[in-house]
């Protein structure tokens, strides 16, 4: 009883996004088209996430590689196609003092090192990573407002998902974390 209670609050408290994944091919093709969309050239972003062992959702410290950061926690299924995230956010202004806390804590799963390229699209985060050991992909984080329905972030996705080319067969479930650790 009390873990759907706290279950119900955290839905309530926690923002939420509709996520898509998907492998790129032909990235000049797709940062033109997103370029074109977000009327800008993108924002190059470093980062280097550090996932912890924890018993619910995902945990990942964020260095940006600047003496900045963020811990981010959180739950989305893995499944391929648009799906719900919710998440919480805490900065840092010492990733690497806060790294060896939790790894001491909780272990680390594993690691991830991509270089991001991020582009704005009405109320969507599109990012195209260039994922170290994996290659190329996107994402799209549709940022769900309060009043919309998961239905209305996944028409969203799924439309921009169209206008920048990105095929179904192309889309991966799960984090960049687990694939690294499938081994792809």
């Known amino acids: 009883m009390r873990s759907r209670w706290i279950s119900k609050l955290r839905s309530a408290v926690m923002p939420s996004n509709v996520e898509i994944k998907a492998s790129v091919s032909d ?21 280097h996430d550090t996932f912890y062992n924890c018993s619910q959702g995902r945990l990942k410290l964020r260095d940006f590689m600047n003496s900045s950061g963020q811990l981010i926690f959180y739950e989305r299924p893995d499944t391929d196609g648009p799906k719900l995230s919710r998440y919480s956010i805490s900065p840092t202004n010492d990733p ?6 939790l790894s001491d804590a909780l272990g680390v799963k594993g690691e991830v090192k991509k270089e991001r390229r991020l582009f704005l699209i009405g109320q969507t985060r599109v990012h195209l990573d260039s994922v170290e050991g994996l290659g190329d992909y996107m994402e799209l984080e ?38 690294l650790l499938k081994g792809h």
Not at 27 to 38: H, I, K
Not at 96 to 101: A, D, E, N
Request: aromatic share 4%; proline share 2%; net charge neutral.
């Open 27 to 47: 990235v000049t093709r797709f940062a033109e088209r997103a370029a074109e969309l977000s009327q800008s050239q993108g924002t190059i972003i470093r980062q």
């Open 96 to 101: 690497t003092s806060l790294k060896t806390v």
């Open 142 to 179: 549709v940022v769900m407002r309060p009043e919309q329905t998961v239905e209305e972030g996944q028409k969203i996705a799924e439309d921009l998902m169209e206008k920048l080319g990105v095929s179904k067969k192309s889309l991966v479930t799960g984090a960049y974390m687990d694939l």
